[in-house]
């Protein structure tokens, strides 16, 4: 976990911290039940419902559930998926380092942006060519499993991009673009054929002059998937469809 993703952990955690104390200070209040009452009914020390409700305190979830119950309420916690994951295999990291070793210099690459509302996520680099404006966000895919939910989280990510910390610093620039790396396999190649029409419509730039803009001084001509194999020496991107 990088330190940019230990301190968004971080502030997640005190924000559902804080909803907690909120609700159950508000439960407690609606019920007309006061702090020792609960204290007495829960059978914990009045000091810590104090330390709760003033956000002193962050119970577990089997004391929530604890206090719960003496109010007669329900604790619900769920898990639900956002933008994607932000954890990186071998492959993408590979495929990640060839990018930025090969991208010519008029792109700025700024790896792991953390964006955070409308959707919450990471994308894996955002690209920036200041002279002309440009902002390219990248995502690599080492596999595709459920291509709409990898294209909603992207352009989800994308839409998202001016909550970034760093956005301001870009200084004025157009839209934000997409470019899509996937990895290039006998399955990957395979899915990429069944959902085609998809793929193309939602990036339907030509990978060639994509890899000519990335490597060269060419215009970026917009969304753009590009195929990523990789040999045992190298990794070499594809500029065909």
Request: proline content about 7%; hydrophobic content about 40%; charged content about 25%.
């Amino acid at each position: 976990m990088t330190d940019r993703q230990a301190t968004e952990a971080r502030r997640q955690a005190t924000r559902i911290h804080r909803g907690l104390a909120e609700d159950f200070r508000r439960l407690r209040l609606d019920a007309s039940v006061g702090r020792s009452q609960l204290a007495v009914a829960a059978g914990v020390d009045l000091g810590y419902i104090c330390r709760i409700e003033d956000g002193r305190e962050r119970p577990s979830i089997d004391m929530y559930a604890k206090l719960a119950l003496a109010m007669g309420a329900d604790l619900s916690c769920r898990l639900y998926p956002n933008t994607g994951p932000a954890i990186h295999d071998r492959h993408q990291a590979r495929i990640l380092e060839a990018l930025l070793r090969e991208v010519h210099p008029r792109w700025r690459p700024h790896p792991e942006v953390g964006v955070r509302q409308p959707a919450r996520g990471w994308i894996d680099v955002v690209l920036h060519a200041p002279r002309e404006g440009t902002c390219v966000c990248t995502e690599i895919e080492s596999d595709l499993r459920r291509i709409e939910q990898q294209l909603r989280w992207f352009t989800d990510k994308v839409g998202s991009l001016p909550s970034w910390e760093g956005w301001a610093q870009l200084g004025d620039v157009g839209p934000p673009s997409r470019l899509l790396i996937v990895r290039s396999t006998k399955a990957t190649r395979s899915i990429g054929r069944e959902f085609a029409r998809q793929l193309a419509a939602a990036y339907p730039a030509h990978p060639a002059d994509a890899l000519a803009a990335l490597m060269g001084t060419a215009p970026w001509p917009g969304a753009a998937l590009i195929w990523a194999e990789i040999e045992p020496a190298r990794v070499r991107f594809i500029g065909r469809r």
